[in-house]
Each structure stands twice: as structure tokens, then as C-alpha cells.
């Protein structure tokens, strides 16, 4: 059991440090091509803010968990995430050529080796999250399942596949549970698990995990809408303009403010109970609420 | 414990149409977009030899196993192997149109839903591995290890990678080892695992597995330079004219028939010991050694 930490910044430097390392030395020891695990390691260290690998470590301390035991879940949920970014910016899907100021991986390595190292990624996370201290078995299901529906998401958000007639605050509904609050749900899971915590505390952090989860897609689409409408002078942002349902589109900027505040307050009564150790998830959760980028 | 089976062909028609339903039924089950269930049924429906299936499900007999028990092992080697086909045929890797008598995935559903039917398979498999009825932790990780065995032996093939100054034979032997030998070790592997085995039968299962996914890959070179183009079923020489290493190229066709005998021999010794549980795979092995397409 590791001791309350002592809270200066939302997301604790000595654990993003750590992150970093165990993603590269993972990733150094796969006996892969070298051209193969370039690919990775350029996808992987593209620097990002490592929440969802933050989420599981902060949710194992607050299981009363070690950050060892749960940092083989943390390096697979990045890895996911990573395989995620890597096929999204593809030439068939979103065609980006450029991510966090660095060209995106196909540009860099070709498409071919982009879709290949995108495959490994995702390969390689359970295999990593296997190694996690506590229920191994169940920690690679949950990142695969959170994976299906992540997938399943930007399936709805681009290629559309909804059941015939469903309202658009019903589809909203599919998309946002699904695109982004998957993994961060299951992030908070995994970490519960790798703690090998009991069945209260694991329902108490799948709480806060999808209604931060919910939240923080919430709270992206508000900053879409609202920070365009600043910088550009219209009332819509691109998400608008790309025809993309949002939830201010759907319901309203103030709508949308309201639900966050409630999704912040369930979060937070969530893990209320569980005392000092989750104190760290709680300014996570207000840093999330108020981000403004 | 199932009866040793009446052998009378070497793919159990029983097994078959067990895996077929089993395969359907799992994506049936699945809560995802029906654009995105449509192009993995595509993928997983059309055909093929359920190899992989087969060798999990005969090497849980082998193991003392039920087939029950290892179904979820045989669906996932099947979804891993389904998206490994869909993205080796993408316009950026093969860029193949049919196969199979019917359009590859990206022809029929688009590239952006062929590159997530790809993802959602590959994340799926260890969902449905999960379901084993031993060793459920083990059997996802070997499946995820081959996996990324299997990726790295295609970016070997077709991108190279290789350490600096490999001999051919080397370079050849990385190539057939991984990317045909890894999946075909795990199906058995996981037959086993998911029987409960002990040590000594999964490590014969294993050396079966093994021997037999390596002879796989040495007779279907051995098809390629020597078969006529009608005979094999599909173009044949465009190994060699594609430049790529081959078993008979740097072996020769006599060098190649040798180690495939010698593969054989030490595959059928592996399992001699199973004694009647194991004939199927013993029938098996004979069918794959003397296939000519």
C-alpha cells in the first residue's frame, strides 16, 4: 500500500516520469524488426499527456494499490491509445500529417509500416497488461473490450452504422460513451483491478471512471465550440461545421455546462468514500472539469 | 475428456461447422455498429481452410481437453488470423482485390471501415479467449505474443528490418518463424492451455505446433516454385519474381524436401506419446506435409 501523496499538481511529475520510462523500456525489449519498433517507439514517445496511463496509476493508489503492481496496465492503455492515434491519422481515415508538431507516423515511416506498427501496438498491450500484479486475466479482457468500443465509436462518429431512427441525442449518446469514455473507464478499472481491490471499490472507480470519462468529451466539445467562436468570430466550431453531432449542438452550451457540473459532482461523490488515497483523482477530475485546451 | 475421434478426413466436418457457428455467434452477440458487425462478418465468413481453429480444438483433444472448453481459443486464432488477411490486403500493403472468389474488405466496405473491421477483429480475439475454460490469462497473452510474432515476421517479409549483414538463410529463417510458425505454435499451445494440460503435454503440443507451422510455410513455397498456377489455385512463381527469400530458393527444392521430412518426423514423435487422443492431429500433420495447393 503506498501512502498519500502529496498533491501540488494535478498530474504528478514523478509518475509521468516513470511512464515514460516503462513505455520505452517495454518497448526495447520486444524482439521485433528494427524498422518496426522505430515505428512504435515514434508513435509511442510522441510525448501527449499520458492520462489514461495516469488514470490507472492514480485509481491503483487509490485502491489502496502499489503503482508498480499497475504499471503494466498503465503502459497498456497508452499503448492502445497510441495504436488508436496511429490508425486514426491515416490517409483513409482522418489524414493527418502532423501531431503534436512532429509528422504522424505514415508520414514518417510510410503507410504500410504505419498500419503494421498501429497492429503491434495493439498486439503488444495485453501482452504488457498481463504482466499487472493482480487479475491479469480480467485486466486484459477490460483493455480489449474498452478497445471494441473505442473502435466501435469512431465507427458511429465517422462511418455512421446507427440503428435506424435513433435520435441524435441517443447517437450522441453511442459516440461519446463509446469514442472516448471507454478507455478512460476502463483505465480506472484496470488500475482497481491490478490492485486486486474488492467489488466496492472497483464500482466506485468505474463510476468516476465514466463519468469523467463522459465529461471529458463533454468538456472537449465545449472548447471546439466556444474557443473557435473567440478566435474566428463564428458561432460554431470545425466539429459544427464537419456536420459532427456535439453536445452543445445537440444541447446547448448551457446544456452542456450543466452536464458537466453534474458529471464532476458524481465523480467526486464517487470516490469520496475511499478518503486521502484518492485525493489525487479528485484534482484530476477538477483539472479535467476546467481545462480550457 | 472426449472419446477419441473415428478418423476418416483429416478436418473433422463436425469441428467445422462447430466453428463456423461459433464464429458467427460471437460477433452476433457483439454490441457494435452493424456497418462494422457487416465487414467482420465479411471477413471472418468467407471460407478458408479454419486451420488455426482446427489445430486449437484437435490439440485440446490431444491435451485430454473438450472441444467446449477451447471453442473460445479456436474463435479468436480465427478473428486474429481474419485481420491479419483484411490489412495484408489493403491498397497499402498487398493491395489485393479478391480473394477468395469474393472483393477483399476495403473493396467491399471502403479502406477506413477495412483498417477498423482489422482493429475491432484483432481487439475481439482476446475477448473470446477469455471465455477458455483454463488458464483464460495465459491463453490471451499467447495469443497477443504470436500475434505480434505474426507482424513482425510480415514487416520482414515485405519492409525488411532485419540486423545488419543476416545471412539469407537467417533473414529467412526470422521470416518463417514468425510470420506463419508464430500463429500456428499458439493455436496449439492454446488448445492445451485451455485443456488444463501439464507441462509435458503442452511442451509435445508445442514442438508439434512448431514443426508443423514451419513445414506449413516450407510447403507452400515448395507449391509456389514448383506448381502450376492452375493447379495451386492461385498465381504461382510470383514469390521468386517478387524477389522475396524463399525455403527453395536458398535451400533448394531437394533441401526444402528434406527439411520437410525432417519437420514432419519430429512433429509426429512430439505427439506420439498422446497416444489415440492425438491421431486427428497425427492425420493432420500427414495432410499438411503432402498438400499440393
Known amino acids: 500500500m503506498s501512502a498519500a501523496p502529496t498533491v501540488s499538481a494535478p ?8 511512464v515514460e520510462l516503462a513505455l520505452a523500456d517495454f518497448l526495447a525489449a520486444q524482439k521485433i524488426p528494427e524498422n518496426l519498433r ?39 492503455i497508452e499503448f492502445v491509445h497510441a495504436f488508436s492515434l496511429v490508425h486514426d491519422d491515416l490517409p483513409a481515415l482522418d489524414n493527418d500529417t ?15 509500416m504505419a498500419i503494421l506498427a498501429g497492429d503491434c501496438l495493439l498486439a503488444l498491450a495485453p501482452v504488457a497488461a ?5 487479475n491479469a486475466a480480467e485486466i486484459q479482457r ?14 458511429y ?31 480506472c478499472r484496470m488500475g482497481a483491478l491490478a490492485s486486486g481491490a474488492d467489488e466496492t471499490t472497483i464500482a466506485r472507480l468505474t463510476t468516476y471512471g465514466r463519468a469523467t470519462g463522459l465529461m471529458f468529451q463533454i468538456v472537449d466539445d465545449l472548447i471546439d465550440a466556444t474557443q473557435t467562436a473567440e478566435h474566428a468570430g463564428k458561432a460554431t466550431g470545425k466539429d459544427a461545421e464537419a456536420g459532427k453531432l456535439t453536445y452543445p449542438t445537440v ?28 485525493e489525487r483523482l479528485a484534482f484530476l477530475l477538477d483539472f479535467l472539469a476546467t481545462r480550457t485546451k
Chains 1, 2 share one sequence.
Open 98 to 112: 502532423m501531431r503534436r508538431g512532429k509528422p504522424t507516423c505514415h508520414v514518417a515511416f510510410g503507410e504500410a
Open 142 to 155: 477490460e483493455l480489449m473490450s474498452g478497445t471494441v468500443r473505442m473502435i466501435a465509436g469512431q465507427v
Open 11 to 18: 498530474l504528478d511529475p514523478t509518475l509521468l516520469d516513470a
Open 251 to 278: 444541447h446547448g452550451l448551457d446544456g452542456s455546462r450543466r452536464e458537466i457540473a453534474r458529471l464532476r459532482a458524481e465523480a467526486s461523490e464517487a470516490i469520496a468514500p475511499l478518503g486521502a488515497r484518492a
Open 38 to 76: 522505430a515505428a512504435c517507439l515514434h508513435a509511442v514517445l510522441a510525448g501527449g499527456k499520458r492520462l489514461r496511463p495516469i488514470l490507472v496509476l492514480e485509481s491503483a493508489r487509490a485502491a489502496g494499490g502499489s503503482v508498480e503492481g499497475a504499471m503494466p496496465a498503465a503502459v497498456a
Open 157 to 187: 462518429d465517422t462511418l455512421q452504422g446507427f440503428p435506424d431512427g435513433l435520435p441524435d441525442g441517443q447517437k450522441l449518446e453511442l459516440v461519446h460513451h463509446n469514442k472516448t469514455g471507454a478507455l478512460l473507464e476502463a483505465s
Open 130 to 134: 498481463a504482466r499487472a500484479a493482480h
